[in-house]
């Protein structure tokens, strides 16, 4: 994912789940409850998402991040995956 500069804060949300963020380019702000971290390329943040959590872009570029989920995280971030596929035409 790529997130662009915001002067907004950072909105926080907790869900069941674990996750594992790696910067690919740029930096990033995370928030993960009370802290408040600078991960940059090259770096990451793994976390239990009980625990509120939110990322934003650091500075004037964009931040591309890899995100990973395990099962429960999968459902919150990408519902369609947890979805049957629908009737295919023959």
Same mark, same amino acid.
């Given at each position: 994912?790529?997130?662009?500069?915001?002067? /907004?804060? %950072?909105?926080?949300? &907790?869900? !069941?789940?674990? *996750?594992? $963020?790696? @910067? =690919?380019?740029? #930096?990033?702000? @995370? %928030?993960?409850? !009370? $802290?408040?971290?600078?991960?940059?390329?090259?770096?990451?943040?793994?976390? !239990?998402? #009980? =625990?509120?959590?939110? @990322?934003?872009?650091?500075?004037? *570029?964009?931040? /591309?991040?890899?995100?990973?989920?395990? $099962? &429960?995280?999968? $459902?919150?971030? =990408?519902? /369609?995956?947890?979805?049957? !596929?629908?009737?295919?035409? #023959?």
């Amino acid at each position: 994912m790529t997130l662009t500069p915001t002067n /907004e804060p %950072i909105q926080t949300r &907790s869900h !069941d789940g674990y *996750e594992w $963020r790696y @910067v =690919l380019r740029g #930096r990033a702000r @995370v %928030i993960l409850g !009370d $802290r408040e971290l600078v991960i940059e390329a090259g770096q990451a943040a793994e976390f !239990d998402t #009980r =625990l509120p959590h939110g @990322v934003a872009a650091l500075g004037g *570029e964009p931040v /591309e991040i890899l995100a990973i989920f395990n $099962r &429960s995280g999968e $459902r919150i971030h =990408l519902p /369609e995956f947890g979805k049957p !596929d629908p009737p295919t035409a #023959r």
